[in-house]
């Protein structure tokens, strides 16, 4: 958006089980072995260890491409086209190739169980719908953070509460919330504190949501220490690089610019 380039943390959450329509569609395109990964965009990797389900847009087109004789990535096609152009390890080994297999809608993912790197949500967590994901940013795939994005607090409270009208079972909204960042201004989770002062009934109040997301980014970028994982105590300014460079050396993340 405007000016400069918006570096962000794109993680890998592989497919443990595909909801059954999917899974017969897929047959064929996906070779038996090969892992599937849904791949979101974040700012936020320190706050990965709170991640409880991984929002897609339920009207959005999205691709899956094959990035290696092993792994296919789902994301949107701008996003998979600007991938095959950054030269990472292991990703589009052809500059500017990005070989599309199938092509879905966001609400055919809805359900799939999907692992979460760094999550205490070992079982794995679920694909959900946010009918505010953008198809111009990031991957078009936004990972679930309840704690620290009000986006993300919102949508999951209104999934909750409607559970049936958009297709899901509640509980798939309702995993822990994991307290990760200590701030002065808002205790250990900004998000809900920040939604209940501004009063925010919905994922649709985009102007308090604005507000509430710039007072957290601010709070918790440069007052912010860490509670939580390998880099307790450390604050979040400095935890946040030293998370992200762990999620790469495992081979959970790599670098994505737009
Ligand atoms: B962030 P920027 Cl904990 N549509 O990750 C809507 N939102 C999107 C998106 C899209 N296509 N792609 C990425 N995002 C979200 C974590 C997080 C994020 C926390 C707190 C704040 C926060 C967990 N969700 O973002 O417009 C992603 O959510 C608020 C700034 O490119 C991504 O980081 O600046 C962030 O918005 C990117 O927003």
């Given at each position: 958006e405007g000016v400069g380039v918006?570096?962000?943390?794109?993680?890998?959450?592989?497919?443990?089980?595909?909801?059954?329509?999917?899974?017969?569609a897929l047959e064929g395109k996906v070779p038996d072995g090969a892992n599937v990964f849904f791949?979101?965009?974040?700012?936020?990797?320190?706050?990965m260890y709170g991640q409880t389900c991984c929002?897609?847009?339920?009207?959005?087109?999205?691709?899956?491409f094959k990035v290696s004789e092993s792994e296919y990535f789902v994301c949107s096609q701008r996003a998979a086209r600007n991938m095959s152009f950054q030269?990472?390890?292991?990703?589009?080994?052809?500059?500017?190739?990005?070989?599309?297999?199938?092509?879905f809608k966001g609400k055919d993912f809805i359900g799939t169980?999907?692992?979460?790197?760094l999550s205490i949500h070992k079982e794995g967590v679920r694909i959900l719908p946010m009918e505010t994901v953008k198809d111009t940013k990031g991957t078009a795939v936004v990972t679930c953070v309840p704690s620290d994005s009000?986006?993300?607090?919102?949508?999951?409270?209104?999934?909750?509460?409607?559970?049936?009208?958009?297709g899901i079972?509640?509980?798939?909204?309702?995993?822990?919330?994991?307290?990760?960042?200590?701030?002065?201004?808002?205790?250990?989770?900004?998000?809900?504190?920040l939604v209940e002062e501004l009063k925010i009934q919905s994922p649709k109040d985009t102007k308090k949501l604005e507000e509430a997301k710039e007072k957290a980014y601010k709070e918790g970028f440069y007052k912010g220490t860490m509670i939580y994982g390998d880099f307790k105590g450390k604050p979040v300014?400095?935890?946040?690089?030293?998370?992200?460079?762990?999620l790469i050396d495992s081979g959970d993340a790599f670098n994505y610019a737009e």
């Open positions: 918006q570096e962000y943390t794109a993680l890998k959450l592989k497919v443990k089980e595909w909801p059954e329509a999917t899974k017969k791949i979101p965009a974040t700012l936020r990797p320190e706050t929002f897609v847009g339920p009207n959005i087109e999205y691709g899956i030269a990472q390890p292991g990703i589009f080994s052809e500059w500017g190739q990005h070989p599309q297999v199938a092509s169980v999907i692992n979460a790197p009000p986006d993300d607090y919102a949508t999951i409270l209104d999934l909750a509460k409607k559970a049936e009208y958009y079972q509640k509980e798939w909204a309702e995993l822990e919330i994991l307290p990760i960042i200590e701030t002065p201004s808002y205790g250990n989770l900004t998000a809900k504190k300014e400095q935890a946040k690089d030293l998370v992200r460079q762990q």
